[in-house]
């Protein structure tokens, strides 16, 4: 498989944010009340994936160790800026909707562990690509729960009614706080089933990490997470 593909592949199905890696719950669990909600954070953070990824691959061999963290952040947060500029002038519902969970994408620890694992040792060419393969993987998995919140909660898809309040009653638990950890558990839950499938055909598929599963090593805050609790 051309490495490029693969990147797509990993990081849309093998390596997917959401349903694998278990990262950037946040905004996951807070935005997704409707379908296009999710889809439209799940873009936003895919663009300042790919230019994050980018930058910081162009630039890596220029940026000192010791401050690669800080230099990080600083491109983050400009892109990030840039972005919400863009969406409050031409997407105003949308970026109303999202919040500040806009803003926040600058500390989204998706964009982070990329650049501190990816882009900070690869060429420019397959760190764009893997940002673009994790952003769609964070896309499909924010878009696949709003999708079935918005159903069950409101019986609307990307704000069109599709199921009559005739005989639905919609089930408003499912737009509420409770109904993203519902959703988010029966789809990772489907996911498990597909990793033990793939494990079975010899194409075993990443298993979850980060802060969520005590896997300290894989997460781009772990000095800092060290440093507090020596500190306690």
């Not at 500390?107 to 893997?130: H, M, Q, T």
Request: glycine share 10%; with cysteine.
């Amino acid at each position: 498989m051309n490495k490029n593909v693969e990147r797509l592949y990993n990081g849309i199905v093998k390596e997917n944010p959401t349903f694998v890696l278990m990262l950037g719950m946040c905004p996951t669990l807070a935005v997704t009340t409707a379908a296009i909600n999710g889809l439209g954070m799940g873009l936003s953070t895919t663009v300042v994936l790919i230019l994050s990824n980018m930058l910081i691959s162009a630039f890596r061999k220029v940026i000192p160790n010791g401050v690669r963290m800080p230099a990080y952040i600083v491109i983050v947060a400009s892109l990030v800026t840039i972005v919400e500029f863009f969406m409050k002038a031409y997407t105003p519902s949308l970026a109303s909707a999202l919040g500040v969970y806009i803003p926040l994408i600058v500390v989204n620890c998706i964009i982070l562990g990329r650049a501190e694992s990816y882009a900070s040792k690869n060429p420019v060419v397959p760190s764009i690509f893997d940002g673009i393969g994790m952003g769609l993987g964070f896309t499909v998995g924010l878009t696949s729960i709003g999708i079935v919140r918005e159903i069950l909660g409101a019986g609307q898809l990307f704000g069109h009614q599709i199921l009559s309040l005739d005989w639905f009653t919609p089930i408003t638990i499912f737009v509420m706080a409770p109904g993203a950890f519902l959703v988010l558990a029966f789809l990772v839950a489907g996911m498990n089933i597909i990793r033990k499938k793939m494990d079975a055909k010899g194409k075993p598929l990443a298993k979850p990490s980060g802060c969520l599963t005590g896997d300290c090593a894989s997460c781009s805050q772990s000095s800092m997470c060290t440093g507090k609790k020596e500190a306690e």
